[in-house]
């Protein structure tokens, strides 16, 4: 059969097997795009879940941080702007004084964002008003931070004291995707320190699910910890639930619990957990990889974001959920050899010290995390510089867990096959090659599924 399959910045022709399954990524819904998105956001400001509205909690004098997600996300439509324009003059009908008002960028362990960065997504007009008030979170910055104590479990809670220290946080998240965004994750990720970040995000809890979610799990007892602390009142949430990358569905508006628990319903109505799209594993898995990171938004990919990021990671889903223990994973992607030392400083270190010797991600943090975490050359990038923290380059490791399901990965079309060899894969020229050597190993007649992903860009 004759297929297209994405490549990088285009979709590319392909001749595969007649027996080859064509199964859906689970990115897409039926869900209608709202005409009117500040119409949208107005109603969901209008009847809160769990809370009143922001008109009738705030009082005069208060001082209110409005934090919002940060530019890696993957909502293109126009939601930051007339998301904060909304709450702000929601809070000045409550007599607040924007004056008393600060932005907060909730980048978590991402770089730090400049000013011209931010007005992409905010928009001129706030970045110029706010100036010194709009400000990005530092994960290092003990002097701003406030460490709440443990949870019931012994994971330490410790975000931004703008959130201790404000008498309302406003939290506008963008998109929730699956399980994995929303929540508590826009607190106790977004704004916490790496002291707080370490406990979710490990190979084994980071997880998309819709149910039984580990990491939410963690981030909802966290969460317990801040409300006992502050007050249940004191943290208010905008999510929004979009059609497509570029249009929204739906916003609500009130308390993380209640917010999060709609957002799911919906989720969960419009999307299957990957492991029901198909009846039966297959013993080899392809799909392509486009030219996208959520990590290069304003920067550029490299072989690291490509391959075990986006590939293996965010799109690698589908090798547990569609293939055999054991199976085959083909991929396919140019792979060019780009890097952006500025923003990714940690990435040609772990490209070319670690991952030459290591393949395993629990071996790769027990032997590097203390270095990692504690290098003052790395942390100061992180903090003055616009780099990703130091423990985020290592954490671009974690997808390597497949390896665990996944016997072995092709890459297809690469314009260095050394890249590819470098990381213990097999580089084929093209796709057919992939799937030839695929099938010599589970023979003629081995099962296959293809994924199709679409094309997708970063943002520049």
Not at 56 to 65: D, I, R
Not at 146 to 161: A, K, L, M, R
Not at 255 to 284: F, N, V
Request: charge should be neutral; include cysteine.
């Amino acid at each position: 059969m004759e297929e297209q399959i994405v490549f990088g910045d285009k979709m590319i022709p392909v001749k595969l097997p007649d027996n080859v399954l064509s199964a859906p990524p689970g990115l897409s819904t039926t869900l209608e795009p709202v005409g009117d998105i500040e119409g949208a956001i107005r109603k969901g400001l209008q009847k809160p879940l769990g809370r009143p509205p922001l008109r009738e909690m705030a009082k005069p004098g208060w001082k209110v941080t409005i934090a919002f997600d940060d530019p890696t996300v993957p909502c293109f439509a126009p939601v930051w702007e007339p998301a904060i324009k909304l709450v702000i003059g929601e809070l000045e009908r409550a007599g607040v004084k924007r004056s008393n008002i600060t932005l907060l960028c909730a980048n978590a362990l991402h770089r730090k964002f400049t000013r011209r960065e931010l007005a992409k997504i905010i928009g001129n007009d706030l970045v110029r008003e706010f100036g010194y008030r709009l400000i990005c979170h530092d994960a290092e910055d003990y002097e701003n931070l406030t460490y709440f104590g443990v949870s019931e479990s012994g994971y330490d809670v410790e975000v931004n004291s703008l959130v201790n220290d404000s008498d309302l946080t406003v939290y506008i998240n963008t998109i929730v995707w699956r399980g994995f965004t929303g929540g508590w994750k826009s607190i106790c990720v977004g704004l916490a320190s790496y002291r707080c970040i370490r406990w979710h995000h490990t190979p084994d809890s980071m997880s998309m699910s819709m149910d039984k979610n580990r990491m939410h799990d963690i981030l909802n007892e966290m969460g317990a910890v801040i409300e006992n602390k502050i007050g249940r009142e004191r943290i208010f949430k905008v999510e929004t639930a979009l059609a497509n990358p570029l249009q929204v569905h739906k916003v609500w508006t009130g308390g993380i619990s209640e917010t999060r628990q709609a957002a799911l319903e919906l989720m969960k109505s419009q999307l299957k957990p990957r492991r029901e799209i198909i009846e039966e594993k297959a013993d080899i898995v392809l799909y392509g990889i486009p030219n996208w990171s959520p990590y290069a938004a304003f920067s550029v990919m490299n072989p690291i974001l490509t391959l075990l990021s986006t590939g293996l990671g965010y799109f690698g889903g589908v090798i547990e959920a569609m293939g055999k223990p054991g199976c085959s994973v083909i991929l396919a992607n140019p792979c060019t050899d780009h890097w952006n030392h500025r923003h990714h400083p940690t990435h040609q270190e772990i490209w070319d010290q670690i991952l030459p010797s290591y393949k395993d991600p629990y071996e790769i943090v027990d032997l590097f995390e203390d270095d990692f975490a504690n290098r003052p050359d790395y942390i100061y990038k992180y903090r003055f510089c616009h780099g990703f923290h130091p423990m985020h380059g290592l954490m671009t490791t974690y997808p390597l867990k497949r390896l665990r399901h996944a016997s072995r990965v092709f890459v297809a079309g690469a314009e260095k096959p050394s890249l590819i060899s470098h990381l213990g894969f097999e580089p084929t020229t093209t796709v057919e090659d992939a799937v030839a050597k695929a099938r010599e190993i589970h023979g003629k007649d081995a099962s296959m599924v293809f994924v199709k992903y679409p094309v997708l860009a970063y943002r520049t």
